[in-house]
């Protein structure tokens, strides 16, 4: 399985892009402003999109993305989310105001089509399995963990402390984990305000995984990545623990 790291940062800046995945060409993870990397080939090969949360930094590609694509476009997209992602989208985006109501366009096969979800659920999309995973934010939020049948690996979203999913995890044993890591132990408080983690929470989190596995760094607030990963590899010496790189393409 190969995953584009198409966006992976905690804001903008020259050079970021905010959270946004390419899995095998076909499935994307959340839309953030690394839409922008996608070519034109990239965006019609795209036939599902998972998306965590409707904070603007993980979907603010997609009404983009659909404008682009929407003379050309060859199949409808499979858009997953939680109900309240869903009403997000559909009352704040896709309104006529802010923009085009794609979910009625074209009218006789509209380019986007919207499917609730909830934490627990299974999607079996395409070769893939997808299961829904709890998140703790200030807003509804979800992770995805992502299968075929050779591997697997996790996306906790946006996220602070959740006992919830380390059960899980230690169920189904991915080979990756992909989480979010935002602020420095200087901003503890902050973190746990803005359902985010820091090294130090992370650290925590950890204890509860029962089995080794690569940890990728992601979402770090922009001027603080070196302090960050410095001090999760200072708290855990004995874990595979790597920054995320936006423009790198993962392979497990």
Request: glycine share 6%.
């Amino acid at each position: 399985m190969n995953i584009e790291v198409l966006g992976c940062s905690g804001g903008i800046g020259k050079g970021l892009k905010t959270t946004s995945f390419l899995v095998d060409h076909t499935l994307a993870l959340d839309a953030g402003t690394g839409f922008e990397q996608l070519t034109m080939e990239q965006m019609l090969e795209i036939r599902h999109l998972l998306i965590t949360h409707a904070h603007l930094d993980h979907i603010v590609g997609l009404p983009l993305m659909l404008s682009t694509i929407y003379d050309r476009h060859r199949h409808p997209i499979d858009i997953y989310a939680l109900p309240k992602v869903i009403e997000a989208l559909q009352t704040h985006i896709f309104n006529w105001t802010i923009w085009p109501d794609y979910t009625r366009l074209p009218e006789d096969n509209p380019i986007i089509r919207l499917h609730e979800v909830a934490v627990g659920d299974q999607l079996h999309l395409s070769d893939k399995t997808v299961e829904v995973l709890p998140a703790q934010h200030p807003t509804p939020t979800v992770g995805y963990l992502i299968a075929d049948a050779q591997c697997s690996f996790a996306f906790s979203g946006d996220n602070g402390r959740n006992p919830d999913l380390w059960p899980l995890l230690n169920r189904h044993q991915p080979d990756m984990l992909i989480i979010d890591v935002s602020f420095t132990d200087e901003l503890d408080e902050l973190a746990q305000l803005s359902g985010h983690l820091t090294p130090s929470q992370l650290a925590d989190e950890l204890g509860y995984l029962e089995h080794p596995t690569q940890i990728m760094v992601t979402h770090l607030k922009p001027g603080f990545e070196t302090v960050i990963m410095e001090q999760c590899h200072q708290l855990l010496p004995h874990w595979d623990i790597q920054q995320l790189e936006q423009g790198t393409v993962l392979s497990i």
